[in-house]
């Protein structure tokens, strides 16, 4: 594997990640890996160049092929084999005139487990950055943007693949934004920190189930009902609910309907019994006893504490 670097502070070019991590995915993938420093502002050709000397040391240590992952674009085709013309290596292009949209729904139904690390402004908004490379960011790209970033409109950063020995788990925090670029930090995730993405905003699927919770909050809601707003099956969605959120849509909808009656404590002097009502209890009791359950105290302490504060 090779990889262009900015010299002075170790970033992926175009990628915006950090080489350490890039070291971690090659350790899993199983191949050696060699970085290329190269200064971030240098032109086409040389970075071509500096392309060129990698692979020609890559040939020299005893490689005798090497693969792109080019889908269509004949100037990238053009261009890698430019720039290994001289080095003796095999060049092969196995993805070469896939159909890129099959190939991103193969990708996903494989399990491929990516992350939107970067973006060009021109073709994505910069908040498309720190997404899930997943079924939901696929449909909702524009019509011009390649489903597989063909055309260097977004890369991403893969945290597991088929074949992997292992995964480099990650999570993005900030957005930055360099000119014509938009960049998630990517940092390795720590399992005993609580993650910071919310995951209704990174899934669309998940941002129409809470819209539509917050817009219905004192109606019945169950499962068969939202699975339908997510456009999913009731088991598909009970299964993508519970793996990104970290729990059962009934258990976070009860959550969703004491933080909607926390609000109201706060925000009205109506009765205990109407907020209950407001937010889909239809017992007293019960909301009395769940919102103990959660708030460990009554929803009137609760509503006196807020007011002495």
Request: charged share 30%.
């Given at each position: ?185 990517i940092e390795a ?11 209704f905003s990174r ?107």
């Amino acid at each position: 594997m090779i990889s262009l670097v900015n010299e002075k502070n170790g970033r992926v070019i175009l990628h915006g990640v950090r080489h350490t991590l890039l070291q971690r995915q090659a350790e899993a993938v199983g191949l050696p890996l060699r970085f290329v420093p190269l200064d971030w502002t240098s032109s086409r050709g040389e970075r071509n160049a500096a392309l060129a000397r990698g692979f020609g040391e890559v040939r020299a240590d005893g490689a005798a092929c090497v693969a792109f992952g080019d889908l269509f674009s004949v100037e990238g085709r053009d261009r890698r084999l430019l720039v290994t013309a001289d080095t003796g290596l095999e060049v092969v292009f196995p993805l070469w005139n896939r159909d890129t949209r099959a190939h991103s729904a193969e990708m996903l139904e494989a399990g491929l487990s990516a992350w939107v690390c970067s973006v060009d402004t021109g073709f994505l908004p910069a908040s498309r950055t720190g997404h899930r490379f997943d079924a939901d960011f696929v449909a909702g790209l524009p019509e011009d943007v390649d489903p597989c970033g063909g055309n260097d409109e977004f890369h991403t950063f893969v945290e597991w693949a088929p074949g992997w020995e292992g995964r480099v788990e990650v999570e993005p925090t900030r957005s930055i934004e360099v000119y014509d670029f938009a960049f998630a930090e990517i940092e390795a995730a720590d399992g005993s920190a609580p993650r910071r993405i919310d995951p209704f905003s990174r899934f669309a699927r998940l941002d129409r189930v809470r819209r539509h919770v917050d817009r219905h909050i004192a109606e019945d809601l169950s499962v068969d009902a939202l699975a339908r707003v997510a456009a999913m099956s009731r088991t598909g969605f009970s299964r993508f609910f519970r793996e990104h959120v970290g729990m059962t849509f009934a258990s976070w909808l009860a959550h969703r309907r004491i933080e909607s009656a926390c609000q109201l404590l706060r925000e009205s002097n109506d009765a205990v019994s109407r907020i209950a009502e407001a937010v889909g209890f239809h017992s007293e009791r019960t909301f009395r006893r769940s919102f103990h359950e959660q708030m460990d105290c009554s929803p009137s302490e609760y509503r006196r504490k807020t007011l002495e504060e």
